[in-house]
């Protein structure tokens, strides 16, 4: 028994390495056309831009050498355009303009990848927010009319948030000690069909010379105040509540600004900016995001049905050129992080 088992394998192997004789692996699948996808629609922008490229493979030569090709990245010619729903049923339709993101103020980072164009795909209309009885819903539509390859996305309108605290539409400004246990009180009511929120505050600081007054320079430091902290739930209209320590206003400015003698700073305004994003935009962020295990294989996410990447919503609101209260002056002299910067 025990000399037929053994047979038995040494058959076994002799095949795979008859088989096996040929040492060429092929790696590569057959070639596919896939559009790789990114886009998140704000209704609070006059203008919005989906960016659609091309995903490449080659069995023979490496992907460097196709990232300095624009025909590599880009489509010759596709159809673009976005259906708009409202409560499901069909309202209009936007077509998209194809454009340079060079020649609009959207430059594309400098690279391996070929970036002498920055081709992205323009809507000009007013997307809609969704609001309390009615629901917008966009869906993407993209065809390569040469070869009939199609992909679409649908995301539905995040609605908007109405904020309370610190600041609000009439007006409003932040109070911030250098007491400890002191909190700023961010409080709004969520907007429909927002999954999480971002909160950022933009401090704008002017720098001058001490010798030399007249030569001032603006500094912006951002202070995020609440990074994706996520909604009761899609429903929108619940109350959100985050108390925020004051010395997180104070390391912001330590971290961002050097002790110099010869430099003076005044606190000049502040913008505050509240982040709605839709539920596959923040899966997408939470999965994309860097790995601290020991495991870096990092789970795909897309909802483009036939394609790859991201097509989603965000509403973005800013709260332009708010004033600082008065005590926060006397504050930054106080506190043992800001007391030396020259406020």
């Not at 913008?271 to 789970?299: A, M, R």
Request: hydrophobic share 40%; proline share 3%; net charge negative.
């Amino acid at each position: 028994m025990q000399k037929t088992i053994w047979t038995m394998l040494a058959i076994a192997v002799i095949s795979l390495l008859t088989v096996g004789c040929d040492n060429e692996l092929d790696v590569a699948a057959d070639w596919k056309e896939v559009a790789i996808v990114y886009g998140a629609l704000n209704p609070n922008q006059t203008k919005n831009y989906v960016r659609i490229q091309r995903a490449f493979l080659d069995d023979q030569q490496g992907a460097f050498s196709f990232v300095n090709n624009q025909d590599s990245l880009y489509f010759d010619t596709l159809t673009v355009t976005v259906d708009e729903f409202v409560n499901n049923a069909y309202s209009r339709t936007f077509t998209l303009k194809k454009v340079d993101g060079n020649d609009v103020g959207i430059a594309k980072d400098t690279g391996v990848f070929y970036n002498d164009k920055n081709i992205l795909y323009e809507l000009e209309g007013d997307i809609k927010a969704s609001m309390f009885a009615t629901d917008y819903e966009y869906r993407l539509n993209i065809k390569n009319p040469i070869t009939g390859y199609e992909c679409t996305a649908t995301t539905p309108s995040v609605g908007q948030a109405e904020v309370f605290s610190p600041i609000n539409e009439t007006g409003g400004t932040i109070y911030i000690t250098a007491s400890e246990g002191h909190f700023v009180i961010v409080k709004f009511q969520e907007g429909k069909h927002a999954r999480a929120y971002r909160v950022d505050m933009d401090i704008y600081i002017e720098e001058f010379k001490l010798d030399n007054p007249s030569e001032v320079e603006l500094k912006t430091i951002k202070w995020p105040l609440v990074s994706l902290g996520n909604t009761k739930g899609l429903n929108g209209f619940a109350s959100a509540e985050y108390q925020i320590s004051s010395a997180g206003f104070f390391s912001a400015l330590q971290q961002n600004l050097e002790v110099d003698p010869t430099i003076g700073r005044r606190l000049v305004n502040f913008d505050f900016t509240f982040y709605g994003i839709s539920d596959d935009f923040n899966t997408f962020l939470s999965v994309s995001k860097p790995s601290i295990t020991i495991v870096q294989k990092k789970p795909e996410f897309t909802n483009i049905e036939n394609g790859l990447g991201i097509f989603a919503s965000r509403n973005i609101r800013k709260y332009e050129n708010r004033n600082f209260n008065s005590v926060v002056i006397g504050a930054l002299k106080q506190s043992e992080q800001t007391s030396d910067l020259g406020f």
